[in-house]
């Protein structure tokens, strides 16, 4: 497809377990964000990897929680023993390169992941 | 610290009139800014956006304002539509950095007929 595309659209995890969630890109763009959308909450930044920088790993909530870009595509995000307060929906976006002022390289999302742990 | 704020967490507009939708942010660094729209279930959708060099975008029906000296920002909509009902997200980045995109908490905006 031509969009970004991420896996599963729906997990429903036990408190404690592991989750990986996953992001396609839209090829051949370098940025790629993650974000989260917690019931009746705006979104909130968690990790953005641009080119072959390093990742700003500024919003990631707590050490449980990792991601990483394969090749510059494909990306994972972890959360280890995860907790009720972590359910939220995931949403990974990607840009041709980073925002710019022309306007065509605002972020397209992808239609997350509903992350539920009970 | 919320850098980019939506002070309103909803708007209702009767179709037909004019949607104002308000941001405003706190990083003066902050120099390119995006609105998005989402609807229930799906991703966020690109909407409209601008750059610190210009005080107003205008696209069809949507147009935004900036106002660097008071750190505002706001999204006109008209007329308005059924099918804007949204919920609609602010977000700025910080372009000379490659910095990443910081979103609001967004505003639920309703029309009704």
């Known amino acids: 497809g031509a969009g970004v595309s991420q896996s599963p659209s729906n997990k429903v995890t036990e408190k404690g377990k592991d989750v990986e969630l996953r992001c396609d890109p839209i090829s051949g763009h370098t940025a790629l964000y993650w974000y989260r959308q917690s019931l009746g909450q705006g979104l909130e930044f968690l990790i953005y990897?641009?080119?072959?920088?390093?990742?700003?790993k500024s919003g990631l909530p707590s050490d449980r929680f990792s991601a990483e870009r394969t090749g510059g595509s494909v990306s994972t995000l972890t959360i280890q023993r995860t907790q009720q307060e972590d359910s939220a929906v995931y949403l990974c976006?990607?840009?041709?390169?980073?925002?710019?002022?022309?306007?065509?390289?605002?972020?397209?999302f992808g239609q997350g992941t509903r992350l539920t742990v009970v | 610290d919320q850098q980019v704020k939506q002070n309103s967490p909803s708007l209702s507009v009767q179709e037909g009139r004019i949607s104002i939708l308000n941001c405003d942010y706190t990083n003066s660094m902050f120099d390119y800014f995006l609105w998005y729209k989402k609807y229930p279930a799906e991703g966020p959708t690109f909407l409209i956006s601008i750059s610190s060099i210009k005080d107003k975008n205008e696209d069809g029906r949507f147009t935004v304002f900036l106002n660097k000296s008071a750190k505002h920002l706001s999204l006109h909509i008209v007329p308005s539509q059924p099918g804007d009902s949204a919920v609609y997200f602010c977000?700025?980045?910080?372009?000379?950095?490659?910095?990443?995109?910081?979103f609001g908490s967004g505003t639920r905006l309703s029309i009704r007929p």
């Open positions: 990897f641009q080119g072959n920088s390093a990742p700003d």
């Open positions: 977000a700025a980045s910080v372009y000379s950095s490659a910095s990443k995109i910081i």
């Open positions: 976006a990607s840009s041709p390169t980073a925002v710019q002022f022309s306007g065509i390289s605002e972020a397209f």
